[in-house]
């Protein structure tokens, strides 16, 4: 079992940085494929970024490469999305969710078995 928590985020100008973290619980988070999510109102919860389980692989939607840098620390229980260059349309609660190894990588939100409560972003021009 993983438990999820989600923080960092915030309101922020367009072209500004943020940087969301997202703590887990459980001795098994290293072990765990991790990705990070988002839900604009009105619209369905769409794939961000993913990281594999050793972080050494990352997976990026094209909305989004370039701009943002997902990493974890695994000492910490930690992943971490790094968002530069922010825009209007990044403006959307942000969640980060855990799953399975060989899910490593997946854009799908079924292929993660746990999530956190989410966090708020608001890009303002």
């Known amino acids: 079992q993983v438990q999820l928590v989600e923080s960092g985020g915030g309101l922020v100008q367009a072209g500004g940085s943020l940087r969301l973290s997202c703590a887990a619980s459980?001795?098994?988070?290293?072990?765990?494929?991790m990705g990070w999510f988002r839900q604009a109102p009105g619209k369905e919860r769409e794939f961000v970024a993913a990281?594999?389980?050793?972080?050494?692989?990352?997976y990026y939607a094209d909305s989004v490469k370039g701009r943002f840098t997902i990493s974890r620390d695994n000492a910490k229980n930690t992943v971490y999305l790094q968002m530069k260059s922010l825009k209007l349309e990044d403006t959307a609660i942000y969640y980060c969710?855990?799953?399975?190894?060989?899910?490593?990588?997946?854009?799908?939100?079924?292929?993660?078995?746990?999530w956190g409560q989410g966090t708020q972003v608001t890009v303002s021009s």
């Open positions: 969710a855990g799953g399975p190894q060989y899910r490593s990588g997946s854009s799908h939100a079924e292929s993660y078995d746990y």
């Open positions: 459980g001795r098994t988070f290293s072990s765990y494929a």
């Open positions: 990281i594999r389980w050793s972080g050494g692989r990352t």
